[in-house]
């Protein structure tokens, strides 16, 4: 499938540096106020904001068919999972545009646990609209993948760092994460796929955490 996807789809790619002080004052505030297995990691507060992202920028959101685009309804939101006995899967977390941080990590949780145990169900396999692929646990700091047909877009993102960021004429340090989106370049040019990592930015400084 991915020889397949290197081959047939005109890829390309576009980064942005994001900050994450915002999002880290956030979560270790959500975290102090709350038990061990009620935390939430780093990593569903990224994929929460993905898809409320995707869902701002519907163009990526979808699948190349029959020689066009065919636009999603709700964001399908693929995640990339590495096995402990190697190996990757993709479940997808329907509808993930409309969960809370809080919300998203519960299906995380449930889906790497499912996932883990050899027990996927039908609906943790329903087609994706859009894949996220993190790395940064793995020890990477960018990711440019590949994008899984026949969606038209892929982001990556790798490790969280402190980073020196300008601000107010000098510079501060601050917690960073490298985004990557890969496109395919027959439904979606570079334009759309920067305003996808800007409204990024937006998700993360914005995003509810929990149901009102």
Request: charged share 15%; glycine share 8%.
């Amino acid at each position: 499938l991915m020889t397949k996807s290197w081959q047939e789809i005109p890829h390309y790619h576009v980064t942005k540096r994001l900050d994450l002080s915002v999002m880290s004052e956030q979560l270790a505030v959500y975290n102090d106020e709350r038990t061990i297995t009620a935390r939430v990691v780093p990593g569903a507060v990224l994929l929460a904001a993905a898809a409320r992202a995707v869902a701002a920028v519907p163009a990526c959101n979808g699948w190349w068919r029959d020689g066009g685009f065919e636009p999603a309804t709700g964001v399908a939101l693929g995640v990339v999972l590495s096995l402990r006995t190697g190996g990757l899967i993709v479940p997808t977390i329907e509808h993930a545009e409309t969960l809370t941080v809080a919300e998203t990590m519960t299906r995380l949780t449930e889906l790497v646990q499912r996932a883990r145990q050899g027990r996927l169900r039908a609906s943790d396999l329903a087609p994706a609209s859009v894949t996220v692929t993190i790395l940064g646990d793995l020890g990477a700091d960018a990711v440019a993948g590949v994008i899984h047909p026949p969606q038209v877009a892929l982001l990556g993102l790798g490790a969280v760092h402190d980073e020196v960021w300008p601000a107010e004429g000098g510079a501060v340090v601050r917690p960073t994460v490298h985004a990557d989106l890969a496109g395919d370049h027959r439904a979606i040019d570079g334009s759309t796929g920067s305003r996808l990592l800007t409204q990024m930015q937006t998700q993360l400084n914005t995003i509810a955490w929990e149901t009102p």
